[in-house]
């Protein structure tokens, strides 16, 4: 089993934790991890681009000149994509642009993460941020204890409603709650902290 330090809100030593190797342990599949990451950034597109087509554009409603006897190109409507102001061939239309991946994909690859954060000591664990009322003085302190700088993830529990209110105006910082921790933010940063309980249950969850 591979252990890690846990450390309480001050910075200190407080005991230790066995992680499951079948979670923590693991080679990173560097290929699934990519394909969840395109998954979930697609999905968080909008698709709300649009062009107008010849029968979306106004005006044109007649023929700007007979066929014949002017010399010039014969045309039809002065709304043809070749026309300034005209319609646009083959533009993009509101569409969704999510695919699907499937669960045991989507399982490995946060294993993936897991384990590529705990072998580049990029992982920590903190016993519980008592804040008795949402600080985000306390919160600035608490990362400067754990020495973290720059982009972190702190994943709490479910119900730690102080400590999410406490890290989410910490620039850089982006709090998750266990339940809505996935593959894309748990990678995006050069620091990720769990408190014991999220530990325990992200573990849980995909043992």
Not at 13 to 34: C, K, Q, R, T, Y
Not at 47 to 59: A, C, F, K, P
Not at 197 to 207: D, G, P
């Amino acid at each position: 089993m591979t252990k890690i330090e846990i450390k309480d809100a001050a910075g200190k030593a407080d005991g230790s934790v066995e992680l499951n190797p079948a979670v923590f342990a693991i080679e990173p599949n560097v290929p699934v991890m990519h394909q969840v990451v395109r998954s979930q950034r697609a999905s968080w597109r909008q698709g709300t681009h649009n062009t107008r087509t010849r029968g979306e554009v106004s005006g044109g409603g007649k023929k700007p000149w007979k066929q014949k006897g002017t010399g010039r190109a014969r045309q039809g409507s002065i709304r043809s994509p070749q026309w300034c102001g005209g319609a646009v061939v083959w533009g993009p239309h509101p569409r969704s642009y999510a695919f699907s991946v499937n669960k045991k994909e989507v399982k490995l690859a946060m294993r993936s993460v897991l384990s590529a954060k705990l072998a580049d000591q990029q992982l920590f664990v903190v016993s519980n941020f008592d804040f008795d009322t949402p600080s985000t003085k306390a919160a600035i302190a608490a990362l400067r204890a754990l020495g973290v700088e720059g982009r972190a993830t702190v994943v709490i529990g479910n119900e730690d409603v102080n400590a999410f209110l406490s890290f989410r105006n910490v620039p850089k910082v982006n709090i998750l709650p266990v339940a809505e921790a996935n593959t894309y933010e748990l990678l995006d940063n050069k620091a990720l902290i769990f408190t014991a309980e999220a530990l325990k249950r992200i573990e849980e969850v995909l043992s």
